[in-house]
T-cell receptor, first 115, second 112 residues
Framework: DAGVTQSPTHLIKTRGQQVTLRCSPKSGHDTVSWYQQALGQGPQFIFQYYEEEERQRGNFPDRFSGHQFPNYSSELNVNALLLGDSALYLC??????????????FGEGSRLTVL | AQSVSQHNHHVILSEAASLELGCNYSYGGTVNLFWYVQYPGQHLQLLLKYFSGDPLVKGIKGFEAEFIKSKFSFNLRKPSVQWSDTAEYFC??????????FGAGTRLTVKP
């Protein structure tokens, strides 16, 4: 049973570029959440997708956008990259019906470096 | 501002020492509380969680945590740590469905 898988694992971009990160949730999960983890910090909630719609959003600018596909996989897009966007981006999956009480299953993350 | 605070940034212990990691949250109302662990090179994984009932909850690998509502605290404990417990530990709170807020993390180093 595959857990949460993310790609790519590492990538380097320059300021102003755009990046797309991908996530496949754990088998049987229908909800995907994205987090940004800066060095030395805890994960910060970006947004959450269920039924192909953004359901909740944290305090991130519109440069951060996402998408969920019919197979529940998800993408995170960041436009006009800034140096401060350098971080580990984590995807977590869960059941929509278990959101308050269920466990979030995390992938290993995509490490983005912006030069 | 609403937040999750972890008191210690880095804790260094010798094997067999007792561990207590502090966590305080500033959200009002009902919260669900979690501790996650991230071993070196691995993904975040759940240690334990509290929703209701007995405020002393037991998790995997001998860890436990106590919810003290009056102190807005959810401290993690282990009576005797092992070298394999070296990891980063994150306290987290769910306030609204699925909106999980994490503390900054505590790095635990256990010396053999």
């Amino acid at each position: 049973d595959a857990g949460v898988t993310q790609s790519p694992t590492h990538l380097i971009k320059t300021r102003g570029q755009q990046v797309t990160l991908r996530c496949s949730p754990k088998s049987g999960h229908d909800t995907v959440s994205w987090y940004q983890q800066a060095l030395g910090q805890g994960p910060q909630f970006i947004f959450q997708y269920y039924e192909e719609e953004e359901r909740q959003r944290g305090n991130f600018p519109d440069r951060f956008s996402g998408h969920q596909f019919p197979n529940y996989s998800s993408e995170l897009n960041v436009n006009a990259l800034l140096l401060g966007d350098s971080a580990l981006y984590l995807c977590a999956s869960s059941h929509w019906t278990d959101l308050n009480t269920g466990e979030l299953f995390f992938g290993e993350g995509s490490r983005l470096t912006v030069l | 501002a609403q937040s999750v605070s972890q008191h210690n940034h880095h804790v260094i212990l010798s094997e067999a020492a007792s561990l207590e990691l502090g966590c305080n949250y500033s959200y009002g109302g009902t919260v669900n509380l979690f501790w996650y662990v991230q071993y070196p090179g691995q993904h975040l994984q759940l240690l334990l969680k509290y929703f209701s009932g007995d405020p002393l909850v037991k998790g995997i690998k001998g860890f436990e945590a106590e919810f003290i509502k009056s102190k807005f605290s959810f401290n993690l404990r282990k009576p005797s740590v092992q070298w394999s417990d070296t990891a980063e530990y994150f306290c987290a709170v769910i306030v609204i469905s699925g909106d999980m807020r994490f503390g900054a993390g505590t790095r635990l180093t256990v010396k053999p």
